[in-house]
């Protein structure tokens, strides 16, 4: 604080600007922030280079170039885009991971989003044969099988129903697939990018099943989509009679192409392989159909080659967003961890927070909004020694369920698998502030 007092008014300013970027809420916080930026500056590109001005014409006392002219009129696109300083946020994808039409994965920047909604154009995509453009008007949907009135809707049809929006999250269950042998992805968006939270608008399937009148022994019900893959999956039908949505909007408007537009099944806390993009039927039956991507994909291949078939619900997962490989500790003192939480089996009850890979265990804050199968914010102040750490975060569910060790989920479900990889997960902060992904085992 000394050596700050004889610095320009210029600096001091910079200096409050840049504590402002470190969360000052509180005036404990701000001191702590200021005292550290001698150690900002050794972190080199790291720590610099992200606090750095590109014009310091522009910082006070100053009057910046944008506060000396009139700004634009009204944005030109006529659909808004994000600032021209963000375009480093977006979808990624690897290029091992097959993205050619017959498979492809793109995925969602999660190192770079907050709270818990993620933004249309951010949401991870999944496509088993490519995506098609349905014009709205040729869109139909069919339901019929074991139901008493077979009826074919229209869009318009579907949007006259009473409607429901409901925020859930969908996750790939190969989201964390490659972390199955070992730390394998460098970087968070790969690890966990293949989970998204929307908010999604449509009509209840069972708001349609009391309308047409399901049969009585009617206990499945196929949904299989309008794309080349024709991708289909069974429900039990009091899973699709409790909550699922037949959604045509997502975020406040109509789904994007990518995410099955004009309409999609939504199976809240299930595999995202059942979220039905591009939905063309759905037919009620008395037994499961057994089609591809639930027995050759989707089935989780145990130690002994037996797989278990039909693993719907999605586990109860949490992982550390701030820091991570893509945005390493800065400097010593005051950080505020952040991170995700979900569960499908309903809400999460609370996230603990380790820096000593998982020997000791203190409670993070559970941030905003928590909701039934939901993203969930946590929060954990802390303060960072400069020391190499192990930071984990282990959440739980209104169930009791704990999210398990890696080496729990590999004794019950072998090395083979790469679906529902729920394990607590690991960063590894290093002294210069980098943070990698590693595994910490017993064994
Ligand atoms: N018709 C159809 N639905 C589909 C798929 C597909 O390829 N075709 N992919 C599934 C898979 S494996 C997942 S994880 C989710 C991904 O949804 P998203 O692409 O909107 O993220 O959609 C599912 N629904
Ligand atoms: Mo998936």
């Given at each position: 604080?000394d050596?700050?007092?004889?610095?320009?008014?210029a600096?001091?300013a910079?200096?409050?600007?840049?504590?402002?970027?470190?969360?000052?809420?509180?005036?404990?916080?701000?001191r702590?922030?200021?005292?550290?930026?001698?150690?900002?500056?050794t972190l080199?590109?790291t720590?610099?280079a992200?606090f750095a001005?590109?014009?310091p014409?522009?910082?006070?006392p100053?009057v910046?170039?944008w506060?000396?002219?009139?700004?634009?009129?009204?944005?030109?696109e006529p659909?808004g885009?994000?600032?021209?300083y963000?375009?480093?946020?977006?979808?990624?994808?690897?290029p091992?991971l097959t993205?050619?039409?017959?498979?492809s994965?793109?995925?969602?920047p999660?190192?770079?989003?907050?709270g818990i909604?993620?933004?249309?154009?951010?949401?991870?995509?999944?496509?088993?044969?490519g995506?098609?453009?349905?014009?709205?008007?040729?869109?139909r949907?069919?339901?019929?099988?074991?139901?008493?009135?077979?009826?074919?809707?229209?869009?318009?049809?579907?949007?006259?129903?009473?409607?429901?929006?409901r925020i859930?999250?969908?996750?790939?269950?190969?989201?964390?697939?490659?972390?199955?042998?070992?730390?394998?992805?460098?970087?968070?968006q790969?690890?966990?990018?293949?989970?998204?939270?929307?908010?999604w608008?449509?009509?209840?399937?069972?708001?349609l099943?009391?309308e047409?009148?399901?049969?009585p022994g009617a206990?499945?019900?196929?949904?299989?989509?309008?794309?080349a893959?024709g991708m289909?999956?069974?429900?039990?039908?009091?899973?699709?009679?409790?909550?699922?949505?037949?959604?045509?909007?997502q975020?406040?408007?109509?789904?994007?192409?990518?995410?099955g537009?004009?309409?999609?099944?939504?199976?809240?806390?299930?595999?995202?392989?059942m979220n039905?993009?591009?939905?063309?039927?759905?037919?009620?039956?008395?037994?499961?159909?057994?089609?591809?991507?639930?027995?050759?994909?989707y089935?989780d291949?145990?130690?002994?080659?037996?797989?278990?078939?039909?693993?719907?619900?999605?586990?109860?997962?949490?992982?550390?967003?701030?820091?991570?490989?893509?945005?390493?500790?800065?400097?010593?003192?005051?950080h505020?961890i952040?991170?995700?939480a979900?569960?499908?089996?309903?809400?999460?009850?609370g996230?603990?927070?380790?820096?000593?890979g998982?020997?000791?265990?203190?409670?993070?804050?559970?941030?905003g909004?928590?909701?039934?199968?939901a993203?969930?914010r946590?929060?954990?102040?802390?303060?960072?020694?400069?020391?190499?750490?192990?930071?984990?975060?282990?959440?739980?569910?209104?169930t009791?369920?704990?999210?398990?060790?890696i080496?729990?989920?590999r004794?019950?479900r072998?090395?083979?698998?790469i679906?529902?990889?729920?394990?607590?997960?690991?960063?590894?902060?290093?002294?210069?502030?980098?943070?990698?992904?590693?595994?910490?085992?017993?064994?």
């Amino acid at each position: 604080m000394d050596k700050l007092k004889t610095k320009s008014r210029a600096v001091m300013a910079q200096a409050e600007r840049e504590s402002a970027l470190l969360e000052p809420t509180r005036r404990s916080f701000l001191r702590g922030s200021v005292a550290t930026m001698g150690a900002a500056a050794t972190l080199g590109a790291t720590g610099g280079a992200a606090f750095a001005a590109s014009n310091p014409e522009n910082l006070p006392p100053n009057v910046p170039e944008w506060s000396k002219m009139l700004g634009d009129r009204v944005t030109a696109e006529p659909y808004g885009i994000p600032s021209q300083y963000e375009k480093n946020v977006h979808r990624r994808t690897v290029p091992w991971l097959t993205p050619t039409a017959e498979s492809s994965i793109s995925f969602t920047p999660i190192q770079d989003l907050h709270g818990i909604i993620t933004p249309n154009g951010l949401h991870f995509e999944r496509h088993h044969g490519g995506f098609p453009h349905i014009p709205k008007e040729d869109f139909r949907l069919i339901v019929h099988g074991m139901v008493k009135n077979e009826r074919m809707f229209t869009l318009q049809d579907l949007m006259r129903f009473p409607q429901v929006s409901r925020i859930h999250f969908v996750e790939c269950p190969a989201n964390s697939g490659a972390e199955w042998r070992g730390a394998q992805m460098d970087k968070l968006q790969f690890t966990h990018g293949m989970v998204s939270c929307c908010e999604w608008t449509g009509v209840k399937v069972s708001t349609l099943m009391e309308e047409l009148g399901v049969k009585p022994g009617a206990k499945w019900v196929l949904a299989e989509g309008a794309d080349a893959a024709g991708m289909s999956r069974s429900i039990p039908i009091e899973k699709i009679g409790d909550d699922c949505i037949l959604a045509y909007a997502q975020n406040g408007e109509m789904l994007r192409p990518e995410q099955g537009y004009p309409l999609r099944l939504i199976v809240p806390g299930f595999e995202g392989n059942m979220n039905v993009k591009w939905i063309r039927r759905l037919e009620f039956g008395d037994m499961p159909w057994h089609h591809r991507e639930e027995t050759s994909k989707y089935t989780d291949t145990l130690s002994n080659g037996k797989s278990r078939r039909f693993t719907w619900s999605m586990d109860t997962k949490s992982v550390i967003t701030s820091p991570c490989p893509e945005y390493p500790m800065l400097a010593k003192g005051y950080h505020q961890i952040r991170g995700l939480a979900w569960s499908g089996a309903g809400k999460i009850k609370g996230v603990d927070i380790s820096v000593d890979g998982g020997k000791n265990w203190m409670p993070a804050r559970l941030e905003g909004m928590v909701l039934d199968k939901a993203l969930t914010r946590f929060v954990f102040d802390w303060d960072w020694n400069g020391q190499e750490v192990l930071l984990q975060s282990r959440a739980y569910d209104e169930t009791g369920y704990v999210q398990p060790t890696i080496d729990q989920l590999r004794a019950v479900r072998g090395t083979w698998s790469i679906y529902h990889n729920n394990s607590i997960h690991t960063w590894l902060v290093k002294k210069s502030g980098e943070v990698q992904n590693v595994q910490v085992s017993g064994k």
